[in-house]
T-cell receptor
Framework: DQQVKQNSPSLSVQEGRISILNCDYT??????FLWYKKYPAEGPTFLIS?????DKNEDGRFTVFLNKSAKHLSLHIVPSQPGDSAVYFC????????????FGKGTKLSVIP | KAGVTQTPRYLIKTRGQQVTLSCSPI?????VSWYQQTPGQGLQFLFE???????NKGNFPGRFSGRQFSNSRSEMNVSTLELGDSALYLC????????????FGPGTRLTVT
């Protein structure tokens, strides 16, 4: 049973507009959340993270929002650029001292020029 | 600073053979984790090593094993290869302490025929 779900396998957005990628999780014990992006033939690249004690974290064009009551995580990219076209994975971990990441299956973002 | 390196990048093996994959973490990173990525299952945690000790293991059969050396370099071994072991094997390193962000290498693409 998937503990981390990315329900949209793909998303297309116009250049300059906002991209919103979503992630739902089932276990309320998850305490840290991360977003990675992956280009073909490369490993995932760390983008941004958020602790469960926060509800928002911002880094440049990337903002992650955490809604603990809904067990929902989202990544906002503003403005979207063609170079952002990649597969985006959300990942999470449980408990202090654990560094095992559980990943969603990814959302492929296409930014159209 | 050089990123995580993995060798070889591509490998073709025959069912029943064994294989060893190598990973060199980012300089100063003492934790190394391994993940398997397949189209059906996505990214799945294999194991984590820290200071030459396995700290955590995912839900994989005993045919999958690993080790870490005193210089933090890590190897993983898969014995008695099966067709289903065809996957991208990713290594990730992490700075010790309370940092949860893992930095991935480009992966080794293993094909079992």
């Amino acid at each position: 049973d998937q503990q981390v779900k990315q329900n949209s396998p793909s998303l297309s957005v116009q250049e300059g507009r906002i991209s919103i990628l979503n992630c739902d999780y089932t276990n309320s014990m998850f305490d840290y959340f991360l977003w990675y992006k992956k280009y073909p033939a490369e490993g995932p690249t760390f983008l941004i993270s958020i602790s469960s004690i926060k509800d928002k974290n911002e880094d440049g064009r990337f903002t992650v929002f955490l809604n603990k009551s809904a067990k929902h995580l989202s990544l906002h990219i503003v403005p979207s650029q063609p170079g952002d076209s990649a597969v985006y994975f959300c990942a999470t971990k449980i408990g202090a001292g654990s560094y095992q990441l559980t990943f969603g299956k990814g959302t492929k973002l296409s930014v159209i020029p | 600073k050089a990123g995580v390196t993995q060798t070889p990048r591509y490998l073709i093996k025959t069912r029943g053979q064994q294989v060893t994959l190598s990973c060199s973490p980012i300089s100063g990173h003492r934790s190394v984790s391994w993940y398997q990525q397949t189209p059906g299952q996505g990214l799945q945690f294999l194991f984590e090593y820290f200071s030459e000790t396995q700290r955590n293991k995912g839900n994989f059969p005993g045919r999958f094993s690993g080790r870490q050396f005193s210089n933090s370099r890590s190897e993983m071994n898969v014995s008695t290869l099966e067709l289903g072991d065809s996957a991208l094997y990713l290594c990730a390193s992490r700075l010790a302490g309370v940092s949860y962000e893992q930095y991935f290498g480009p992966g080794t693409r293993l094909t079992v025929t």
